[in-house]
């Protein structure tokens, strides 16, 4: 059975940090292309970064330079580093795992963790 298990999220005023972290079991994370999508009330969930399984990563325009992903394949956890934020970050944020085999997409989701940016 797949598992990703998301945490780290909470409350921090706008330019704080907070680190988030996926915990995945049942696949291996580095075989899989890991994302990180949010997804604010009203608005449709968008994908903030990801990080394809040969270490391409990628980042939503809004985010670039503030926020850092990352996997270690020893713990088969993918992080989400998040400096600088801003109240526009607050969301829920889930984690992806992705793969394509033989034209059949397999993906897993967690059940996500709370961001919030506020004074």
């Not at 998301?6 to 899989?32: D, W």
Request: hydrophobic letters at 35%.
């Amino acid at each position: 059975q797949v598992q990703l298990v998301e945490s780290g999220g909470g409350l921090v005023q706008p330019g704080g940090s907070l680190r988030l972290s996926c915990a995945a079991s049942g696949i291996l994370v580095s075989i899989y292309d890991m994302g990180w999508f949010r997804q604010a009330p009203g608005k449709q969930r968008e994908l903030v970064a990801s990080v394809t399984r040969d270490g391409s990563t990628n980042y939503v325009d809004s985010v670039k330079d503030r926020f850092t992903i990352s996997r270690d394949n020893a713990a088969n956890t993918v992080y989400l580093q998040m400096n600088a934020l801003k109240p526009e970050d607050t969301a829920l944020y889930y984690c992806n795992a992705h793969r394509t085999i033989i034209s059949r997409n397999f993906d897993y989701w967690g059940q996500g963790t709370q961001v919030t940016v506020s004074s």
